[in-house]
């Protein structure tokens, strides 16, 4: 059973960083690609980034690309998102995501490609 633990989140100011972090047990994490996603208050998730297996290939959202970071641990099964330069319009509940399929950026943006989910955590932009 795959698991994922989420830390970080909190409520910050515009222009400020952040980083989220998941730890991921129950799988061989290596053979996992891994995603954020978030979902701001009364919308739909969105994608944020997602990183390959080999952590050598990225992808990000449109509204988050050149601010925000994915990366991976292999030796401490974690996943880390780093915000930078947040805005008022990325409050928001972030979810992490796995799954052992392969990484094709024509896909990894679509939530419905992963099959675990961490619990959520809130970040709240605001001045």
């Known amino acids: 059973q795959v698991q994922l633990v989420k830390s970080g989140g909190g409520f910050v100011q515009p222009g400020d960083s952040l980083r989220l972090s998941c730890a991921v047990s129950?799988?061989?994490?290596?053979?996992?690609?891994l995603a954020w996603f978030c979902q701001p208050p009364g919308k739909e998730r969105e994608f944020v980034g997602a990183?390959?297996?080999?952590?050598?290939?990225?992808s990000y959202g449109d509204s988050v690309k050149g601010r925000f970071t994915i990366s991976r641990d292999n030796a401490k099964s974690a996943v880390h998102l780093q915000m930078t330069g947040l805005k008022p319009e990325d409050t928001a509940v972030y979810y992490c995501?796995?799954?052992?399929?392969?990484?094709?950026?024509?896909?990894?943006?679509?939530?419905?490609?992963?099959?675990?989910w961490g619990q959520g955590t809130r970040v709240t932009v605001s001045s």
């Open positions: 995501a796995a799954d052992a399929a392969a990484f094709f950026p024509s896909d990894v943006g679509n939530p419905t490609k992963y099959a675990s």
């Open positions: 129950g799988v061989t994490f290596r053979t996992y690609r």
């Open positions: 990183i390959a297996q080999n952590g050598r290939i990225t």
